[in-house]
């Protein structure tokens, strides 16, 4: 498991209007070209250095291809970015047909099994 | 030597300028005028101390650092800042801003903290968020004094512990007595009550635990550091809400207050996190 790599998909998509358009259009395609190029980029911003080892595995990739975002609150991805890259992705259009916080309140509905339970730990 | 006129303690709601500037009124929440009004007079409370330089303290969240490099404590020392970062724009509409810094300051504090055993790390090239510029909005928003930003991990764990949060508030406040010249400065920092994002708790009628945001804001108020490493932890902020961990920072500007009581005092619910305006007068109430 690399809760690491994870929020890091999250943190350079979401940071990235063309990168986060690309996540909503086609998940599967923009994870790939992702993990071609973005993923094993050393840090966050440079492209000459690579990391040579950092890879998803199969469980995390299928929640983040199928935008799972409770799948992905169990496998302890950090909850300030899965909240803030799917407000981004789902917000406008359940603003739109259901009124404010309409996206919000069903995530926080679909989490509700972990209630008066101990979340999945962030820590790296 | 310079003279510390006020610390301020505040909650950062991203959506405060959304929600009472931007929004048309008869769309507006209806907490919304009676938000602005807190805001406004709370305001009052930094104009009435005057002062020349703003100490900053905030948290970066994911905007700048990532966990590559995640600093647990870090300052910046520049002359200029840029606020206000690109999906901070998207989902909060909050504005853009280029603030001034304070390097003289910077470096001053940065030393002193060395001196008392916090290694922290600095920047040359920091940008804002809002964590930061929530409070400038509410509290300056002419955003016209110099600044010092301070960032805290209160974020991405392993965190720091309470006590080092107030620690490093007295160390903070040990500095600034000591520096030189007649300069007047103001500590705002920002940080949370109860709070859940991401999680089931998140977007409820109230904010996730009602009862530790009462017990927050009244050992606050009455400088109660004792009672605060008490009953503060890491897990007991976590049983209150995900995100609660962002108290610390408060416990951090109380530290640079020292154990006394608040000079002011407000709060307002709002639909999913009670919001909280503090400001103490180490040197004396101005107003």
């Known amino acids: ?124 | 030597m310079a003279e510390l006129s006020a610390v301020l303690a505040t909650t950062h709601h991203p959506f405060y300028y959304k929600a009472t500037h931007l929004t048309p009124p008869e769309e507006q929440l209806p907490q919304a005028p009676e938000w602005k009004r807190k805001v406004e007079a709370y305001r009052e409370t930094l104009t009435a101390a005057n002062p020349d330089i703003l100490v900053m303290v905030g948290a970066d969240h994911f905007h700048q650092f990532f966990s590559d490099n995640y600093p647990t404590f870090l300052i910046g020392k520049q002359p200029k800042y840029d606020a206000t970062f690109y999906n901070e724009e998207r989902e909060f509409s909050i504005p853009k801003y280029l603030l001034d810094g304070d390097e003289d300051l910077s470096g001053y504090m940065f030393q002193g903290l060395l001196d008392r055993g916090f290694d922290f790390s600095i920047s040359h090239e920091l940008k804002i968020d809002h964590s930061i510029i929530c409070p400038i909005i509410t509290t300056r928003p002419d955003a016209d004094l110099p600044i010092v930003p301070i960032y805290t991990n209160i974020f991405a764990p392993p965190l720091p512990s309470p006590k080092r949060f107030w620690d490093l508030g007295r160390a903070i406040r040990s500095i600034i007595d000591e520096y030189p010249g007649d300069k007047k400065i103001a500590a705002i920092g920002s940080g949370h009550l109860s709070l859940e994002l991401g999680g089931p708790r998140q977007f409820g009628e109230t904010g996730p635990d009602p009862v530790f945001d009462r017990k927050a804001i009244d050992w606050l108020a009455s400088g109660d550091i004792d009672a605060i490493l008490a009953n503060v932890t890491h897990d007991s902020m976590a049983g209150a809400g995900n995100a609660t961990h962002g108290f610390m920072d408060l416990i951090l500007m109380m530290g640079i207050a020292g154990p006394i009581e608040a000079s002011y005092v407000d709060e307002l619910d709002l639909f999913h996190t009670r919001e909280m305006y503090m400001t103490w007068y180490p040197g004396g109430d101005p107003r």
């Open chain 1, 1 to 124: 498991m690399s809760k690491y790599y994870v929020n890091k998909f999250l943190y350079q998509v979401d940071g990235d209007p063309q990168l986060l358009a690309a996540y909503k259009a086609d998940p599967a395609g923009l994870i790939e070209r992702w993990e071609r190029d973005y993923g094993r980029r050393l840090g966050t911003n440079n492209s000459v250095e690579k990391t040579s080892w950092l890879s998803f595995t199969d469980e995390e990739r299928a929640a983040l291809v199928g935008l799972d975002y409770p799948k992905l609150f169990e496998l302890g991805a950090h909850f300030f970015l899965t909240l803030t890259i799917f407000i981004a992705i789902y917000n406008d259009d359940y603003e739109a047909a259901q009124g404010p916080l309409a996206f919000q309140r069903e995530y926080a509905q679909k989490l509700s099994h972990w209630l008066d339970k101990d979340y999945p730990t962030v820590a790296l």
